[in-house]
């Protein structure tokens, strides 16, 4: 089973580098299994790697199932 977040691509580092953004954090992702990711995209991350690019609207359902889910551990 692969868990993967959505995250923004905020910053283009180099050609297989960018910086993304979820829940407030911000990390460096490696985009050289996903073809031509651009500024504003969003992604899914998994181990450090984007797995795919994924169209804003699925982005955000995903991101409130993590929240959700993040909610009901603090329970």
């Given at each position: ?37 651009k500024l504003?995209?969003y992604v ?11 169209d804003e ?19």
């Amino acid at each position: 089973m692969c868990l993967a977040i959505p995250a923004k691509v905020v910053d283009i580092l180099n050609d297989t580098i960018v910086e993304v953004e979820t829940f407030g954090n911000r990390a460096q992702v490696n985009t050289s299994l996903v073809e031509e990711v651009k500024l504003d995209d969003y992604v899914l991350v998994h181990a450090g790697f984007a797995i795919e690019i994924i169209d804003e609207e699925a982005a955000s359902e995903s991101l409130a199932l993590w929240r959700e889910i993040y909610a009901t551990q603090l329970n």
